[in-house]
């Protein structure tokens, strides 16, 4: 359970739902309590319920128990198949059923005595296979509500009884009683049975209810796999000894080893050792990352390399890997709008359709047809007014479509957003850290006349190696020479004594003169934007180094991939127009907003929507934040600040920009999904219900293909797992 300041947010587990009527019904009884807001979720079968903080939740509990249903605090280290005793109840049922539809298909293998062979046969598949309908039926009626299985349970009771009657009352239990089987409704005598109605109905929709777990549960795989990625047990390092314990029992602090093959146990900073690390599983990134001592790293990531030491930064529910879950988790329990009008409409669609069955029974009575061709049309009706679909369109396609999100390092924080993408017709990017590194690196070198570059780098990076500066990093090399007399010279640069001599590393104030071919080296760099450094020593300028944060060598491919999408990109940066202008022409960026205070970001996102356009903002520093939320849809990049992934709509685990443009697609791809599934749900009843009331289904063949509508859509949204 988590709190904020008064109000309190738990997630119940919810038994007992059988369509989307029942999940209306738990959330309609929540949501009337005072101050609590609560959302039910049917693929899920979990409610999330923020309520006020004095509210016991105990209470909660009860509520949903006096409609009828179960409700507990959920376990999520359980992983229970709750397949299996569908699957019991399916395949009984299909062994005792094929026989009865057989024989009521095939008139030639219907020998005497067939009917009451087939009644007990049908039997225990309306009294035990059936059962979870009936009983869903009864506690429903108790409530005064009705649901899909109250269709279920009268429709087939009905079809059992009136057979039972004509059975024992009536003449169908004579010997040598023979009767066809009909795709529409066309039997005139009162002798009729149904039992391969009531006995196929049930099995078709077992079969249904089985597949459709099968596939919510493959639909959840994703996140269940999520959860799963941590290590379970840590050597950590106690009084330089290596003790092993369960992972959950590490705290901030904590030093602990993690061997080449291992699971790094929680996010921490790397304090002995160098390796790569395979952040694949947590971030799609496919090729290693090098780390050494200082770099941070995730938990759930492999290493892949050497022996490391961590401290540990960040346990439990703060690391990357759970925030993540939480995440998923979360936007997978929302409910997208176009789900509300599917919801409402499930909502009144089960008496909608009992009293359209009594009004087909009626109207078949009164133009004169058979009370058995006027009973087997409402109950065609019945059972094949499904609002499963209905209620599975959205949040399946959602448990997917999140779900391979997260397994390529795309967050995607609710259903609302996927709808922004739709919209959105302009992308603002801010330029450091998202279109280039962050990070200065060493771009150009001119040399003086008679000057040799393998020496001028060598001893200018020796004498870096003593700086902290961020240029001083771009250019520093490791074991390059042996340097004394170290000092930095503030705001200009540094001076030391490299192998005897003396040089010198900074601005050009720090030289009486440059020669002419450097003078003019260092004025181009300077109309580039970028930072010139002038090397030299003995006295002398030897050569100009040419400094500047580089282009991601995968930005000009997403700005391609945004294009392809139908954006119009926007470069937003506070650097000078002329490095804006370089950046943008290196990643094919036409249209460029420079030298923009942090302040100012927001201004220039409200310009833009003011212009028409709908917005979204792809950042990842802390100034980005207030942009990020102003605009339409605000993708973070997972390598910035907490600040600013909080503040997007979209968070991205790892910093390649084409990731953006992924998250787009899939975001797309997952909202043409639901629409697709409810466009076919819809269709479903508008064009089936009108077939069952004029006697064109055979109430069997109705069972079939409300059982299928509900599969389609589950099957249609597990499409979704191959997105690439």
Known sequence: MTATADRDRLELAIGGMTCASCAMRVEKKLNKLDGVTATVN???????????????????????????????????ERDEDLT?????????????????????????????????????????????AAWPFHKAAWTNLRHGAATMDTLISVGTLAAFLWSLYALVLGNAGMIGMRHPFELTIERSTGDAIYFEVAAGVITFLLAGRYFEARSKRRAGAALRALLELGAKDVAVLRDGAEVRIPADQLVV?????????????????????????????????SVPVEVAPGDAVAGATVNAGGRLVVRATRVGKDTQLAQMAQLVEAAQTGKAQVQRLADRVAG????????????????????????????????????????????????????????????????????????????????????????????????????????????????????ERGSEHPIAKAIATPDAGEVTEFVNVEGLGVRGSVDGRSVVVGRAALFDELPPELAEAK???????????????????????????????????????????????????????????????????????????????????KRLQDEGRRVAMVGDGVNDAAALAQADLGLAMGT????????????????????????????????????????????YNVAALPLAAAGLLNPMIAGAAMAFSSVFVVSNSLRLRRFS
Request: glycine share 10%; hydrophobic share 50%; proline share 5%.
């Open 348 to 463: 009144v669609f089960v008496p909608i359709v009992l009293v359209l069955a009594l009004g087909t029974l009626a109207v078949w009575s009164i133009v004169g047809g058979s009370p058995s061709a006027a009973f087997t049309a409402g109950v065609a009706v019945l059972i094949i007014a499904c609002p499963c679909a209905l209620g599975l369109a959205t949040p399946t396609a959602l448990l997917v479509g999140t779900g391979r999100g997260a397994q390529l390092g795309i967050l995607i924080k609710g259903p609302e957003v996927l709808e922004s993408t739709r919209r959105i017709d302009t992308i603002v990017l801010d330029k450091t850290g998202t279109v280039t590194t962050g990070r200065m690196s060493l771009v150009g070198v001119r040399l003086a006349p008679g000057e040799d570059r393998a020496e001028v780098l060598r001893l200018a990076g020796a004498l």
């Open 640 to 683: 910035g600040t907490d600040v600013a992934i909080e503040a997007g709509d979209l968070a991205l685990v790892r910093g390649d920009l084409r990731v953006a443009a992924d998250a787009i697609r899939l975001s797309r791809r997952t909202l043409a999904t639901i629409k697709g599934n409810l466009w076919w749900a819809f269709a």
């Open 253 to 285: 602090g904590d030093r602990f080893v993690v061997r080449p093959g291992e699971k790094i146990a929680t996010d921490g900073v790397v304090e002995e050792g160098a390796s790569a690390v395979d952040a694949s599983m947590l971030t799609g990134e």
């Open 523 to 605: 004025a181009d760099a300077e109309k580039l934007g970028r930072t010139a450094i002038v090397v030299g020593w003995d006295g002398a300028a030897r050569a100009v180094l040419e400094v500047a944060d580089t282009v991601k060598p995968t930005s000009a491919e997403a700005i391609r991939r945004f294009t392809a999408l139908g954006l119009r990109p926007v470069l937003l940066t506070g650097d000078n127009e002329a490095v804006a202008r370089e950046v943008a022409r290196a990643v094919g960026i036409d249209e460029v907003v420079a030298e923009v205070l942090p302040a100012g970001k927001v201004d220039v996102v």
């Open 84 to 128: 299996r005793p569908l699957r019991r109840r399916l395949v009984v049922s299909a062994v005792l059923a094929v026989p009865v539809v057989v024989l009521a298909m095939v008139p030639a293998w219907q020998f005497d005595y067939w009917q009451w062979v087939s009644l007990a046969l049908t039997t225990p598949v309306i009294a035990w």
């Open 42 to 76: 049917y693929a899920t079968e979990k409610a999330n319920v923020t309520f006020p903080a004095g509210v016991d939740p105990q209470r909660l509990v009860e509520t949903v128990e006096a409609a009828g249903y179960t409700a507990a605090l959920p376990q999520p």
